[in-house]
């Protein structure tokens, strides 16, 4: 399967900053990656569908223009929040499509923690 | 979207039994994976079933996977306390996006 760099691990911005997360797909050309987000003790929730070279696709009630979603190359997908609040405070995670075929499911970043104060 | 539903929603269990839990979903799918998150850490593949398969086998893991009620089950025989994590069942409708169960959180104690 893939192996996806996410990064920064955790940040702590000030409300209304706005924070850059990147997701690396290291050893897999990577036309599709997904955004999820994750409060405390919930699920994950699809935000959107990056697509290198194209606009992301967003999930119903997610703000694209509060969520920016860059897929400039194969290997690298960013998600921005910009002019965050304590409520974007979540765990936003990455992942890339596997070989479905070959029984990979998709691979995952380690995820990112993102603070407001 | 969310269209998983697991339970139970928490289990705790003696290191060396078993562990079994239950998704249920609502639409047709193409396949139906499971997957382990540690606490605030990201998710790990366990295992992926196809929509045309009824059973499957991963070293400790057992799954089925039930079309007509809609429903899978993930088993983990002889349990450690390394299996401590949260674990979520995400259907694959065809569309390349995955929906997520709510997740089954288990607690393996020594």
């Known amino acids: 399967g893939a192996v996806v760099s996410q990064h920064p691990s955790w940040v702590i911005c000030k409300s209304g900053t706005s924070v850059k997360i990147e997701c690396r797909s290291l050893?897999?050309?990577?036309?599709?990656m997904f955004w999820y987000r994750q409060f405390p003790k919930q699920s994950l929730m699809l935000m959107a569908t990056?697509?290198?070279?194209?606009?992301?696709?967003?999930e119903q009630g997610v703000e694209k223009d509060k969520f920016l979603i860059n897929h400039a190359s194969l290997t690298l997908s960013t998600l921005t929040v910009t002019s965050a609040h304590p409520e974007d405070s979540s765990f936003y995670i990455c992942?890339?499509?596997?070989?479905?075929?070959?029984?990979?499911?998709?691979?995952f970043g380690s995820g990112t923690r993102l603070t407001v104060v | 979207s969310q269209q998983g539903e697991e339970d139970p929603q928490a289990l705790s269990i003696q290191e060396g039994e078993n562990a079994t839990m239950n998704c249920s979903y609502k639409?047709?799918?193409?396949?139906l994976q499971w997957y382990r998150q540690n606490s605030g850490r990201g998710l790990v593949h366990l295992i992926l079933?196809?929509?045309?398969?009824r059973e499957k086998h991963s070293g400790r893991l057992r799954v089925t996977l039930d079309t007509s009620k809609k429903s899978s089950s993930l088993l983990i025989t002889a349990s450690r306390a390394a299996d401590t994590a949260s674990y979520f069942c995400a259907t694959d409708a065809n569309d390349y996006k995955l929906s997520f169960g709510a997740g089954t959180t288990v607690t393996v104690r020594a």
């Open positions: 050893d897999f050309q990577a036309t599709t």
């Open positions: 992942s890339v499509e596997g070989a479905v075929t070959s029984n990979y499911g998709y691979t």
């Open positions: 639409t047709s799918i193409n396949n």
């Open positions: 079933i196809r929509s045309n398969e």
């Open positions: 990056s697509n290198e070279g194209s606009k992301a696709t967003y």
